[in-house]
């Protein structure tokens, strides 16, 4: 898929407002519903939502609805049912809340319109009404972490964590990955503390200074993001005590890109939203055709250090 | 300052010549509270009293407290300003991003001169066409993150050469051996402080927040006033931003989101009146770092973070309590 590189610098709201009002009807066309999760708070969501319309557009035979419920539930249902109502073909939908937006998809689901949903996993109760889920697999990056984590102490060591949004499921399901496969991987490497970042650089460097602080000696820190992952690292060069801790995220991040580049930064997990939605239209895409999908699709989303560094582009965000 | 509770409290007198210890804590009731609460602290954390502890917690509490000192002169005149968080989102990600495109300088100069062009914005709409403050700013904190989202398109913005800049100064640097950041806070807090206290202008401000009526029978142009008051408030947090972008060498399109409640929470804890036309920016000052070292505190015994959330608003509505209870000289309500 070559379409990476052609992505188009357009204004956000302008490709929103062409692509929910290009309606239309030609034969044997696909119309594809999709409510986000809150495009424009991070660059993640926002590549993914313009790499998705690229795609959509590149493939010729899809129509698509695009919309974005801004991090609310609320509006995210209604979104729903406004999906159902307009009878489209199949709905992909970007939780913003793994339990709540059941009874939707449930509605959605009884009126015979395949849901697909993309990113972030909804709770088991749901699983039944969809046609499948198409996204990272969190946990694997948390064990991934951890092994990495391992590797760069060799074995032996005190670290801390800085997680995401508490409640969040990316942010549940990396930390647990990482807890898990450290405990069997690596018994000499204590984790003496968590405290979550909320997915803000700025939080996170706070969070950091304070366990600096807390802390004569720390080894490693483990960040649910690079964002919050450059926040520590901020911190702790601020605190001259850089040289001493290996730092290690998740969703590599251009800055944790540079980061790992200057040898600051051991490793990351590369994860492309260009890749989440491409992923998300083909499951859908292969749904609609009829064909026999598995319910969890993950995309790769490999680990990222200095020694493979030169595989993988540059992060856009 | 003398002058500052004066216009507040022309007839506490008792509680003003009443001798002793015990008027001391009345009157200081915030600061017993702060030494209480650090004392308190330091029993359960060894490191929580040390040098570096405390300077990184005033460092850390220095872009809240720079905002406060600029939103305790709005409240002071009467009216609130919850915008200010959407609008250090927005003259953090202005300064950050237009830092490689134009150099520090320029997006430096062009930061403060479109914040404070939202000041203006805000200060026009509730000082001049008078329309109420609470709905105003809130209104202009959707607004004002509106516009960050169209302005990045909502990526994150970052300062590519983050070694190599000049800007790093106000978040990272040093002068005297003091953060600054910290030192920004103080000279700040300083400069309003005396013109609250000791020029004809805070005067008029303090008359307008508590008697806006009498305020403009006595000649004093209101609408101005409340007016400036915006400018103030929007100026600081241009300071803010100064800090926030450069310590952080980046930017979120939402970092500043729940500043405005950070803000009001020390403002509060400071005995700032909400109502208007009392009030001061030392206390605001105590506020903010008291609300700085409960979170380090709380962090440092290992609680998670949203302990913080409720422990640092049940001492908010402590502090409220034991404040009113002090003036009505009784714990529960007086007779409705």
């Given at each position: 898929?070559?379409?990476?590189n052609?992505?188009?610098?357009?204004?956000?709201?302008?490709?929103?407002f062409?692509?929910?009002?290009t309606?239309?009807?030609?034969?044997n066309?696909?119309?594809?519903?999709?409510?986000q999760?809150?495009?424009?708070?991070?660059?993640?969501?926002?590549?993914?939502?313009?790499?998705?319309v690229?795609?959509?557009?590149?493939?010729?035979n899809?129509?698509?609805v695009v919309?974005d419920?801004?991090?609310?539930?609320a509006?995210?249902?209604g979104?729903?049912?406004?999906?159902?109502?307009?009878?489209?073909?199949?709905?992909?939908?970007w939780?913003?809340?793994?339990?709540?937006?059941?009874?939707?998809?449930?509605?959605?689901?009884?009126?015979?319109?395949?849901?697909v949903?993309t990113?972030?996993?909804?709770?088991?109760?749901?699983?039944?009404?969809?046609?499948?889920?198409?996204?990272?697999?969190?946990v694997?990056?948390?064990?991934?972490s951890?092994?990495?984590m391992?590797?760069a102490?060799?074995?032996?060591?005190?670290?801390?964590?800085?997680s995401?949004?508490?409640?969040?499921?990316?942010?549940?399901?990396?930390?647990?990955?990482?807890?898990?496969?450290?405990a069997?991987?690596?018994?000499?490497?204590?984790?003496m503390?968590?405290?979550?970042?909320?997915?803000?650089?700025?939080?996170?460097?706070?969070?950091m200074?304070d366990?600096?602080?807390?802390y004569?000696?720390i080894?490693?820190?483990?960040?649910?993001d690079?964002?919050?992952?450059?926040?520590?690292?901020?911190?702790?060069k601020?605190?001259?005590?850089?040289?001493?801790i290996?730092?290690?995220g998740?969703?590599?991040?251009?800055v944790?890109?540079?980061?790992?580049?200057?040898?600051?930064?051991?490793?990351?997990?590369?994860q492309?939203?260009?890749?989440?939605?491409?992923?998300?239209?083909?499951?859908?895409?292969?749904?609609?055709?009829?064909?026999d999908?598995?319910?969890?699709n993950?995309?790769?989303?490999p680990?990222?250090t200095?020694?493979?560094?030169?595989?993988?582009?540059?992060?856009?965000? | 300052?003398?002058?500052?509770?004066q216009?507040?409290?022309?007839?506490?007198?008792?509680?003003?010549?009443?001798?002793?210890?015990?008027?001391?804590?009345?009157?200081?009731?915030?600061?017993?509270?702060?030494?209480?609460?650090?004392f308190?602290?330091?029993?359960?954390?060894?490191?929580?009293?040390?040098?570096s502890?405390?300077?990184?917690?005033?460092?850390?509490?220095s872009?809240i407290g720079?905002i406060?000192?600029?939103?305790?002169v709005?409240?002071?005149?009467?009216?609130?300003?919850?915008?200010?968080?959407?609008?250090?989102?927005?003259?953090?990600?202005?300064?950050?991003?237009?830092?490689?495109?134009?150099?520090?300088m320029?997006a430096?100069?062009?930061?403060?001169?479109?914040?404070l062009?939202?000041?203006?914005?805000?200060?026009?709409?509730?000082?001049?066409?008078?329309?109420?403050?609470?709905?105003?700013t809130?209104?202009?904190?959707?607004v004002?993150?509106?516009?960050v989202?169209?302005?990045?398109?909502?990526?994150?913005?970052?300062?590519?050469?983050?070694?190599?800049?000049?800007?790093?100064?106000?978040?990272?640097?040093?002068?005297?051996?003091i953060?600054?950041?910290?030192?920004?806070f103080?000279?700040?807090?300083?400069l309003?402080?005396?013109?609250?206290?000791?020029?004809?202008?805070?005067?008029?401000?303090?008359?307008?927040?508590?008697?806006?009526?009498?305020?403009?029978?006595s000649?004093i142009?209101?609408n101005?006033?409340?007016?400036s008051?915006?400018?103030?408030?929007?100026?600081?947090?241009?300071?803010?931003?100064?800090?926030?972008?450069?310590?952080?060498?980046?930017?979120?399109n939402?970092?500043g989101?729940?500043?405005?409640?950070?803000?009001?929470?020390?403002?509060?804890?400071?005995?700032?009146?909400?109502?208007?036309?009392a009030?001061?920016?030392?206390?605001?000052?105590?506020?903010?770092l008291?609300?700085?070292?409960?979170?380090?505190?709380?962090?440092l015994?290992?609680?998670?973070?949203?302990t913080?959330?409720?422990v640092?608003?049940v001492?908010?509505i402590l502090?409220?309590?034991?404040?009113?209870?002090?003036?009505?000289?009784?714990?529960?309500?007086t007779?409705?």
């Amino acid at each position: 898929m070559a379409i990476n590189n052609t992505l188009k610098m357009s204004v956000l709201a302008a490709s929103v407002f062409v692509a929910s009002t290009t309606v239309a009807y030609a034969e044997n066309s696909y119309r594809i519903g999709i409510t986000q999760n809150n495009v424009g708070v991070d660059s993640y969501q926002t590549t993914y939502e313009r790499a998705f319309v690229e795609a959509a557009e590149a493939a010729g035979n899809i129509d698509i609805v695009v919309l974005d419920a801004g991090g609310d539930v609320a509006r995210q249902i209604g979104q729903m049912q406004d999906l159902v109502q307009q009878q489209v073909d199949a709905i992909i939908i970007w939780p913003t809340n793994g339990q709540a937006v059941i009874p939707a998809i449930r509605q959605a689901n009884n009126a015979g319109i395949p849901v697909v949903v993309t990113n972030s996993k909804i709770a088991d109760a749901g699983m039944d009404f969809i046609a499948a889920f198409s996204g990272p697999d969190n946990v694997e990056q948390g064990s991934s972490s951890a092994e990495m984590m391992c590797d760069a102490l060799g074995g032996e060591g005190q670290i801390v964590q800085i997680s995401g949004q508490p409640g969040y499921t990316t942010a549940i399901e990396r930390a647990a990955g990482f807890e898990e496969r450290l405990a069997e991987l690596c018994p000499g490497v204590e984790l003496m503390e968590t405290q979550p970042g909320n997915w803000n650089r700025e939080r996170a460097q706070r969070v950091m200074e304070d366990f600096l602080t807390k802390y004569d000696r720390i080894d490693g820190v483990y960040s649910g993001d690079d964002n919050m992952g450059v926040g520590a690292l901020n911190a702790a060069k601020d605190a001259g005590r850089a040289g001493d801790i290996v730092f290690i995220g998740a969703t590599n991040f251009a800055v944790g890109y540079d980061a790992i580049a200057r040898g600051e930064y051991y490793g990351s997990i590369y994860q492309s939203p260009v890749d989440d939605a491409h992923a998300a239209l083909q499951t859908a895409l292969d749904v609609l055709a009829g064909e026999d999908v598995p319910k969890l699709n993950f995309f790769e989303t490999p680990k990222i250090t200095a020694e493979n560094l030169e595989e993988f582009d540059r992060p856009v965000f | 300052m003398a002058s500052a509770e004066q216009t507040k409290q022309p007839v506490l007198k008792g509680r003003v010549s009443r001798a002793g210890i015990l008027g001391f804590l009345s009157a200081q009731g915030i600061l017993v509270f702060f030494l209480l609460s650090m004392f308190v602290f330091s029993l359960f954390s060894e490191q929580f009293l040390s040098q570096s502890n405390i300077m990184t917690v005033v460092r850390q509490a220095s872009i809240i407290g720079i905002i406060a000192v600029g939103v305790t002169v709005v409240i002071i005149g009467g009216n609130l300003d919850l915008s200010v968080g959407s609008m250090l989102s927005f003259a953090t990600v202005l300064v950050v991003d237009l830092h490689d495109k134009i150099g520090p300088m320029n997006a430096i100069l062009v930061m403060f001169a479109l914040t404070l062009l939202l000041g203006a914005v805000n200060g026009f709409l509730v000082g001049l066409m008078r329309l109420n403050s609470l709905i105003v700013t809130l209104a202009m904190l959707s607004v004002i993150q509106g516009l960050v989202l169209i302005y990045s398109g909502g990526q994150n913005v970052d300062i590519a050469n983050q070694g190599g800049t000049w800007f790093a100064f106000f978040g990272r640097g040093y002068v005297l051996g003091i953060a600054v950041p910290v030192l920004l806070f103080g000279l700040l807090a300083i400069l309003v402080q005396c013109l609250m206290s000791y020029t004809g202008y805070g005067r008029r401000i303090f008359a307008v927040g508590g008697n806006p009526m009498a305020a403009v029978y006595s000649g004093i142009r209101k609408n101005w006033c409340v007016f400036s008051t915006y400018l103030i408030s929007a100026f600081c947090v241009a300071c803010a931003a100064l800090v926030l972008g450069s310590r952080v060498m980046g930017s979120q399109n939402n970092v500043g989101q729940g500043y405005e409640l950070l803000v009001l929470a020390g403002i509060i804890l400071g005995g700032t009146s909400l109502l208007g036309g009392a009030g001061s920016i030392w206390k605001t000052v105590i506020g903010v770092l008291i609300l700085g070292f409960i979170q380090n505190g709380l962090l440092l015994m290992g609680y998670p973070y949203y302990t913080q959330w409720i422990v640092t608003w049940v001492i908010i509505i402590l502090a409220v309590w034991l404040d009113l209870a002090n003036k009505r000289k009784r714990l529960l309500t007086t007779h409705s």
